[in-house]
C-alpha cells in the first residue's frame, strides 16, 4: 500500500484469499464491508462466557485441548458429546467466576504492576505489547499465565516477529493506556501526542485507537480512527490531535 490507498490491498485480497474447510471445494469469499460499522470484540463477560467455551469444546476433537484443562472444564459440566446445563447453583457459581475473572483481566491489562511491560525509565503513559519475551508466553519450563492472558484479552493472534523482531524485519507495537501523569485516558478529553521526526521506521509508524470495551477500532466520524506515517497528508512533523 502508498500513499495510504487501500484499493490495491483491498483487490489483491479478493482476488488471491480464499477461506474454507479442509477438503473442501475453494469457493468465494463473502467480503463484507466493515467500515462504520460497531463490533465488540470480546468475549462474554458473564456466565454466557461458558457457553461459548462449550462450543468450542463441542466443535473440537479433545486431542485439539490440553487433558489438564479439559479435566477442569469437565469439573464444571463442560465435556465433549454431553449437554452443558448447569443448575442453578452452578450457574450462580459460573457467574461469579465471571465477574471476578473479568475484574482481573482487566487490572492485569491497565493497571500491570510487572516491571517488565513499562516501555522506559520514568514512563507512565507506555507499555509494551508483548511482555514476557516469548510468543509461546514460557520462560526456563515456566508459563507467563500473566502476561498471556494481558495480551489475549487485548489482542488476538502473535508471532515470533513479534515479540522479538529480528533487525530489519518484523514490527514493534507499544500501548499507551494512560496520560503523562499516569492518569486513565479520558473520553471526554482531547490529548495530544508527538512523534519526533526521523522515527527509526524502514516501512511505516502507525497510530491506532482501539475502544477498550470492545476491543474494536474506536468509532469517530473517520473509518481509520488514527495517524499513519503512510498518509501524506499529515506533514513532515507527524503529529496528531486524537
Partial sequence: MTDFDPVPVVRNMKEHFRLYSLGSVPKEVNWVNTAMKDFNTLHAQDE???DEVNITVQEEPNSAGEPEILGLLASIGIEKGKPFAPDARMQKILAEAAAVGTTTMR???????????????GSKSWEVGFAGGSYEFEHDGVALINSRARFHFYATGITPAMVKPPVGAGSQYVIGLRDAEGKALDGSKTYRIHIPPNVPAKRFWDITVYDNQTRSLLQTDNPYPGVTSIDKSIGPWGYACL
Fill in 48 to 50: 454466557t462466557f461458558f
Fill in 107 to 121: 487490572t492485569i491489562l491497565f493497571r500491570n504492576r510487572a516491571e517488565d511491560v513499562v516501555i522506559g525509565p
